[in-house]
């Protein structure tokens, strides 16, 4: 991002490699779903119901994890679902398989910075909490924008850091444990897109106390 805006949105962001993330989902693999997932599960519908309501039927869902939303993707959307964890991967397949899902294309350990996917493969691409851990969030961004078909759609679900209040200062505090929890409190809207793109997005707020912020990005 080059522009001032931009600048002034980056704010500080220390990114964590493929390796920390690696080792932060190996660990939390087998209680994610009891705790980050619990906590979130309000803004994830919220993205499932968006991806859901969207004309597309090739869907790539970037960042897996344990496959939280893999059961309530409507039955006509196919999903091909990424994800650098080998752990996480290992329980979404298991859940795949608990629920019979048919419209489950792929579960695929790939980075979803650099895919091996051809260029305009899907109609839409989600990452749901996975914006502020990956390790460069401005590639995801364009590898979404290459995967995905020029008309067709990419929504996010994520923490966004604030600019004042409580929340801002509770963020700052637990920044410095990014390693460790796996993703960035201090994350802001800016590390993930540019001025020209937040124009052009569809922001809403939603979760537990509007924590989690809903953006849909036309391609
Ligand atoms: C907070 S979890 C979110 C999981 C799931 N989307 C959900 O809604 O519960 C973040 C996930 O993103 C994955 N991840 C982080 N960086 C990634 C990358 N570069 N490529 C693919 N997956 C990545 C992590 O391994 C982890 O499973």
Redesign the pocket.
């Known amino acids: 991002m080059a522009d001032g805006l931009g600048t002034a949105l980056r704010g500080r962001h220390s990114p964590m490699d493929?390796d920390d993330?690696?080792t932060a989902?190996r660990r939390q693999a087998r209680t994610?779903d009891s705790f980050?997932?619990f906590v979130?599960r309000g803004a994830?519908y919220r993205a499932i119901e968006a991806v859901n309501a969207l004309e597309a039927s090739n869907v790539l869902?970037?960042?897996?994890?344990?496959g939280?939303?893999l059961p309530h993707y409507v039955p006509a959307k196919r999903i091909t679902g990424?994800?650098?964890?080998h752990h996480?991967l290992t329980q979404a397949r298991e859940r795949v398989a608990e629920f019979g899902l048919r419209n489950i294309d792929a579960l695929l350990e790939?980075?979803?910075?650099a895919t091996s996917f051809a260029t305009g493969s899907f109609d839409a691409a989600v990452a749901?909490?996975?914006a502020s851990?990956?390790?460069d969030p401005h590639a995801?961004v364009a590898e979404l924008r290459r995967v995905v078909k020029p008309g067709g759609t990419i929504v996010f679900i994520n923490h966004f850091a604030r600019d004042r209040g409580p929340l801002w200062w509770a963020e700052r505090a637990m920044a410095p444990a990014s390693s460790l929890l796996?993703?960035h409190p201090d994350f802001r809207l800016g590390h993930l897109f540019t001025t020209a793109d937040l124009a052009r997005a569809k922001i809403i707020s939603c979760g537990l106390l509007g924590l989690f912020r809903l953006v849909t990005l036309p391609n």
């Open positions: 493929a993330v690696r989902y994610y980050f997932g979130s994830r869902e970037v960042g897996v994890g344990t939280l939303a990424i994800d650098l964890s996480m790939m980075d979803a910075q749901m909490f996975v851990v990956v390790p995801l796996g993703w």
